[in-house]
């Protein structure tokens, strides 16, 4: 099943699942042995949906979970021993793109950089100027393919469209091999990996959002800086849509279930 709308992404998601497990002939949950999240850079909306969700089921049903790092997954699906680098790109704000470097292996592929959020037009010149061969992949590779043809040299190759698309199989893949290696595989350990603030904690930050009095503005233990905001539309007031995906209690739809988070 795949969505590109993430509207009520939320309300959705359970059934979505169930559509997936049906289809895969599992007798739900308890078919399952373990379970893998993209923890992003990406969508905002996406990742805290997806997290969060994944975290309640992990908790509720005591199964173990690893987060993957969504430039992790784009290049475990670049083509085997095609360069010795490998440059990860997915689509950020406007021009903008989250991007890493990675050296392919046996295994999973090997961060060499940190993930950065710039401009495509930057995160080009940096890749040219710091190396002189690879391959680029992922969603933002695809997105910006002309302007990357025109612009980097040809001891550059790039990924086929049909090959950019993050799997859900590259995911568990990765998942079940950290299992396998030994990975714990706590809930709890398993965060969103942002590198730019949401829309609502910029709004947060520009004071466009009133606080409670006496409202914490420190990280409140949630995966996100936590506050209490104060909405008119109830006693006590929602979190704003952006934010209110990484606290939703997931957790009561599983046998009466109600976790911490």
């Known amino acids: 099943v795949a969505t590109r709308n993430y ?3 939320s309300r959705r998601l359970p059934g979505m699942i169930r559509l997936v497990l049906s289809e895969a002939n599992l007798e739900g949950y308890a078919s399952l042995q ?13 990742i805290r949906v997806g ?12 199964l173990p979970l690893i987060g993957v790092p969504t430039l992790q997954a784009a290049a475990t699906q670049a083509p085997a021993r095609i360069a010795p680098l490998i440059a990860a790109l997915v689509p950020s704000r406007a021009r903008q793109v989250y991007w890493q ?33 690879g391959h680029l992949c992922g969603e933002g590779a695809d997105l910006h393919r002309e302007l990357i043809l ?14 950019c698309v993050v799997r859900a199989d ?8 950290a299992l396998v290696e030994g990975a714990e595989g706590d809930w709890r350990t398993v965060l969103p990996l942002y590198l730019t603030a949401s829309a609502a904690e910029r709004k947060l930050a520009a004071g466009q959002i009133p606080l409670v ?9 949630h995966w996100s800086s936590g506050v209490v905001l104060d909405c008119p539309d109830t006693p006590r007031g929602p979190w704003p849509r952006a934010l209110r995906y990484s606290i939703t209690p997931y957790s009561r739809i599983f046998a009466g279930k109600q976790g911490s988070d």
Do not use: K, M
């Open 101 to 133: 470097t990675l050296r392919p292996g046996s295994g999973a592929p090997e961060p060499l950089s940190e993930p950065r959020n710039e401009e495509i037009e930057e995160a080009l010149c940096a890749l040219t100027q710091q190396h002189a061969a």
């Open 150 to 163: 025109q612009q980097l040299p040809p001891t550059w190759s790039l990924s086929a469209p049909s090959e």
């Open 7 to 9: 509207r009520d992404l």
């Open 170 to 177: 590259t995911v568990a893949g990765l998942g079940r091999a």
């Open 34 to 46: 373990g379970l893998a999240v993209s923890v992003g850079p990406g969508s905002f909306t996406g």
């Open 51 to 62: 997290v969060s969700y994944a975290r309640a089921v992990s908790q509720a049903l005591r």
């Open 213 to 221: 009095a006496g409202a914490a503005t420190e990280p409140t233990g």
